[in-house]
């Protein structure tokens, strides 16, 4: 089906590690036309590429308004004077100079940013911060990510490598970060999904006699999903792993507040499938520790565009770049 667009259109990509979902959005009225998706898992950087254009074309096909730019966000650190990826942990994309490549190949303007930035614009543009100036969002799944937006511009920091604040310290002496990462003792040492999975390992081999100790007895894998669906149900192992997330999210909260006193930190990513489970900790552990009066207006809340926010800010980004500077 061909859905026509009178407005402007642009096209939205946000390629991860394993996916790559690509939009046709309506940068004025902020609808998504049509949604293309990829498996990218192990392709080398020419597949990964072809795969790229493959899905942008489908989305630019769907809609018959003119395109008139892609934006892609991009799991990695950019140094935006030479328009290169320069860590992608999860991406064949190192060193590459991708958004060149792609205008190349798709004949349209292209911006590229970091995933977590396009995610942030978004949600301060049009989800959960609108009309805010400044903002904060941690994006929670594997990793942490991270992004700013501070007096109503995108902050990338002096060469675009900021604002990498899943790699804040919140325990000195704290466990390996994973990744590129060679510190320790990171907010995503302790608090990403993967932390979680972990505490809930350590917690149900002391516990074995619980509905997730029977789970895993029944052979279901223990993922950040299964916690959440049994802490849900009512488990208190499940339950007890998420909050003790959630009270370590808050202590890195707590560093963002003090620092750059935002209106709204933003938490998304697919940990806040456990919604409030996880935020109330969090703000809990955030009044705590934070200082008045930056910690009294503060809200902490959750994605509104969930995990099409990447998707929704990088078409954003594309549609006018100029906004974000
Ligand atoms: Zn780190």
Not at 254 to 266: G, K, R, S, T, Y
Request: overall charge negative.
């Amino acid at each position: 089906m061909v859905v026509k667009v009178p407005a402007r259109c642009v096209i939205g990509v946000d390629l991860g590690g394993t996916k790559l979902l690509a939009g046709a959005v309506d940068a004025e009225r902020l609808t998504v036309h049509h949604r293309a998706r990829r498996e990218v898992f192990g392709l080398d950087q020419s597949a990964l590429v072809d795969a790229a254009v493959d899905a942008v074309q489908e989305a630019s096909e769907a809609v018959t308004g003119e395109v008139q730019a892609v934006g892609f966000g991009i799991p990695c650190t950019f140094d935006r004077r030479r328009g290169v990826a320069v860590q992608a942990v999860n991406l064949p994309l190192a060193d590459m100079r991708f958004g060149d490549v792609m205008s190349e190949r798709l004949g349209l303007p292209v911006e590229v940013d970091n995933d977590a930035n396009c995610a942030v614009w978004a949600e301060a543009r049009a989800g959960s911060a609108r009309g805010c100036s400044d903002v904060a969002l941690l994006t929670i799944g594997t990793g942490i990510g991270g992004g700013l937006v501070l007096g109503g511009r995108l902050y990338r920091g002096s060469n675009g490598g900021g604002a990498e604040l899943g790699h804040m310290v919140v325990d000195i002496d704290g466990p390996p970060c994973q990744g590129n990462c060679p510190n320790w003792g990171c907010l995503e040492a302790v608090a990403s999904g993967t932390a979680m999975v972990r505490e809930a390992a350590l917690r149900v081999a002391r516990e074995p006699d619980t509905p997730l100790g029977q789970a895993l007895e029944e052979g279901r894998a223990l993922t950040g999903p299964l916690v959440t669906e049994l802490a849900f149900d009512g488990d208190p192992v499940a339950a007890a792993a998420i909050r003790v997330v959630g009270e370590r999210l808050g202590v890195g909260i707590a560093n963002l507040v003090n620092i750059f006193n935002p209106q709204v930190v933003v938490v998304g990513g697919g940990v806040i499938a456990a919604g409030e489970m996880l935020l109330e900790p969090a703000r809990a552990t955030m009044l705590r520790r934070a200082l008045a009066p930056a910690r009294d207006e503060v809200r902490v809340v959750a994605t509104s565009f969930g995990a099409e926010s990447g998707m929704i800010g990088a078409a954003l980004l594309a549609a006018d770049p100029d906004a974000a500077e």
